[in-house]
């Protein structure tokens, strides 16, 4: 039997066919098989038309006939097709106006004991052997690796596409929380901190860990990152006032897969640099212009560019994004460069601190003296500036957490690390500045995962522990934070054997104030 579009379209043209061939069409909706002209007109005078349209799909289909076929329709053929059309939407749903709702989005788990070829892990033999605590650090040092560099193979040789995506149901709105499933949370102080789960709607976007959150005006660009089988290269959008997913369409030069790199925003761009897939790492830069959702790759001026890297970390200041540390899937790094960015389509590269340097000393001149002037080489840190204060925290080299915090001028050129009488062990955290204070939330803490958060004061260098009420989320590492109206949004993660695709809340409360507070000097 025809569909209800070829039905409608065939309409118009029915007055030069038959009349059999009409009845035969209309025969289990207008009148039976042997009925006369006047006897269908009866039947059709004895139902309502229906409701008035713009437009048909009937008409849509009918207009790219050829005008020998446009021929002005009966009276009859008319009432005919508006009784089909009534008929039809009474017994069926109309036809749907976007593409077919997608698949649901499968549970994604990561086991930490189990080889798996997609997941981005650079050793997965030597990650296997290493401590529980360490296993996620495998990306920082490892056995040797391929790497990319701007001069070396291009990106079109490597452009290998994203495997398809999971992809969940569009959400319209947020679901409305069923007062007999809902936790039983404790009432809290009108000025205490608060933990909700946001109520997001709008486009599907699967689970990620090892991605990057950038704010841009109230929208959070959500890049990259991976889940329990493999690296992606797409961009999600969060509206940070309505909680409302999209997923804008691309073009351009669009990176490779990526997991571990780090996106910087200069103005409405978003600058890209490193990361890596599995065995491969990169050192190339990209750019995204957040109005027209093109990307393109800048030209590298000069001849010195960072080697590639990922779980490194970007933060800019004065036209210039400085780049510190990260890990070659070799051995840690803990080198700073600086991308000048003032030129969009054309970057320069420099080195602003080497990395470290081995002396020997002693008696028979062969003891090894490890460099104390700098921080020691690692990745999965996080770095804040705070005006010229660059402020490097926690992280690891492959083999052990750190919970040291160091701060670089970038005028002077100088470190100093901060002597903090109590102190917390920290990687793959997130840390955001909200006045003088440093938030850090979730992280692994070189036994399990946390889902803790930690300030620290910048004024007088000490950690505090504030009280949190609401329903805090499951400790995890690997995830992405954004300060935005008062609160801090907390987006995916990973805690060890899931990963997840939630969005977190985290009301500031009385403490949002601390915002305001800009005049303030670090003192180490």
Known sequence: MPSANETMAENPRSQTATGHRSRTVRSQKIAPEGASANEQSEALDKVPSPPNRSHTPGHLSSKSQSSSNRHKA??????SRSQSVSSKSAYTSPPPQSNPTPAPIPTLTLRRHEADPQAGSTNLDAEARRPTAMRSTSAIAGRATTTSSTSGTSASSRKASAPPRPRGSHVPFPPLQDPKTAPDVPAAPASGMYWSRAPVSGAPHTPLRAHTTTLVGSNVYVFGGCDSRACFNELYVLDADSFHWSSPHVAGDIPVPLRAMTCTAVGKKLVVFGGGDGPAYYNDVYVLDTVNFRWHRPR???????????????????????????????????????????????????????????????????????????????????????????????????????????????????????????????????????????????????NEYSNDLLLLNLVTMTWDKRKVYGLPPSGRGYHGTILHDSRLVVIGGFDGSEVFSDVWILELAVHAYYSQISHFTIEV
């Open 74 to 79: 009966s009276e009859q053929a008319i009432r």
């Open 300 to 446: 590298i001026v000069g001849d010195r560019v960072p080697s590639a890297r990922r779980a490194h970390t970007a933060c800019l200041y004065k036209n210039g994004i400085y780049m510190f540390g990260g890990g070659d899937g070799v051995r840690a790094l803990n080198d700073i460069w600086r991308l000048d960015v003032t030129d969009p389509h054309k970057m320069s590269w420099k080195l602003v601190s080497g990395p470290s340097t081995s002396s020997s000393s002693g008696t028979n001149g062969s003891t090894p003296v490890k460099d104390t002037s700098r921080p020691r080489a690692r990745g999965y840190h996080t770095a804040n500036m705070v005006g010229s204060k660059l402020i490097i925290y926690g992280g690891s080299d492959g083999g052990e957490c750190f919970n040291d915090v160091w701060v670089y001028d970038v005028e002077t050129h100088t470190w100093k690390a901060v002597n903090i009488p109590i102190t917390f062990r920290r990687l793959s955290h997130t840390s955001t500045i909200v006045g003088s204070y440093l938030f850090v939330i979730g992280g692994h803490d070189g």
